[in-house]
């Protein structure tokens, strides 16, 4: 039920990316508020929860309360979902401003853990909107890119085991990235389509600092997917591709 994971960030990052692209997603009908005190378990209520003073429940709304909308996470079975309520609430409150609520439950029927997230039901809309575009990303959105084949003599930061996370920024892009020798890093391009000037900086897991400029072309491969070809001053052309493109591949990678 519970999965321990010992990661750098951007290795998070792309995990909870990839359950993200396959969650199972369902905003329920209505609007929802908390009831209190004895009886609060009316019929109908999707949670009841107490502390050491009084029940309380989540049920369909009345007037005059503080309402929520609420929004169903299956999460898929037999995938490594550690951090994913933190991860998720971030990712809403960047792209909207809205802080959420969230109760947990268990239905081995269905894969394991479900979540129930409220959200006020004044910013439900901007919600919607973002919590489809992390489910289903579109373009470089989301996209999470690993080195094809790294040989002995990728050059940094195209190592073995690097992953880079990347989302658009003001018509370029940004990745942050991490993995195999690298703890942290930052990468930015200066556009979003064809030849491109990648510039990097990162934080190796022993400490060393590195950083510099390479040209690329960002290209897309037939199913979809989402291709960087690097060409550095010296060494060999080196090629990342996509992982679980989410277009073609909703549950996303496996291992």
């Known amino acids: 039920m519970v999965t321990i994971s010992v990661e750098v960030p951007a290795q998070t990052e792309a995990r909870l990316r990839s359950v993200m692209n396959g969650c ?34 989540l049920v369909p709304a009345g007037a005059g309360t503080e309402l929520f909308e609420v929004l169903r996470v299956v999460l898929p079975r037999g995938r490594d979902d550690s951090g994913f309520v933190g991860w998720f609430a971030s990712q809403v409150k960047a792209a909207t401003g809205s802080g959420l609520f969230v109760v947990c439950g ?21 919600v919607r909107a973002a919590v489809a575009a992390l489910h289903r990303p579109a373009g470089w959105a989301g996209a999470v890119l690993t080195v094809a084949d790294p040989g002995p003599d990728a050059p940094a930061p195209f190592g073995p085991g690097v992953v880079f996370c990347f989302a658009p920024q003001d018509g370029s892009l ?8 690298v703890a942290h890093g930052l990468l930015t391009a200066s556009g979003s389509t064809g030849t491109v000037q990648l510039h990097f900086s990162h934080l190796d897991v022993d400490g060393t600092a590195h950083g510099g400029s390479v040209r690329a072309e960002l290209g897309g491969a037939p199913d979809g997917s989402r291709t960087l070809t690097v060409h550095p001053p010296a060494g060999p052309v080196t090629t990342l591709v996509e992982l679980g493109n989410p277009a073609t591949d909703p549950g996303g990678p496996t291992g």
Not at 106 to 125: C, F, I, K, L, N
Not at 174 to 181: D, N, P, Q
């Open 174 to 181: 940004l990745a942050r990235y991490g993995g195999g020798r």
């Open 106 to 126: 268990y239905d081995a029927a269905r894969g394991g853990v479900y979540d129930y997230y409220g959200v006020p039901r004044d910013a439900a809309q901007r």
């Open 24 to 57: 199972a997603l369902d905003w329920l009908p209505g609007t929802w508020a908390f009831r209190e005190g004895p009886g609060a378990a009316v019929p109908g209520a999707i949670a009841t929860v107490r502390d050491e003073g009084r029940t309380s429940a």
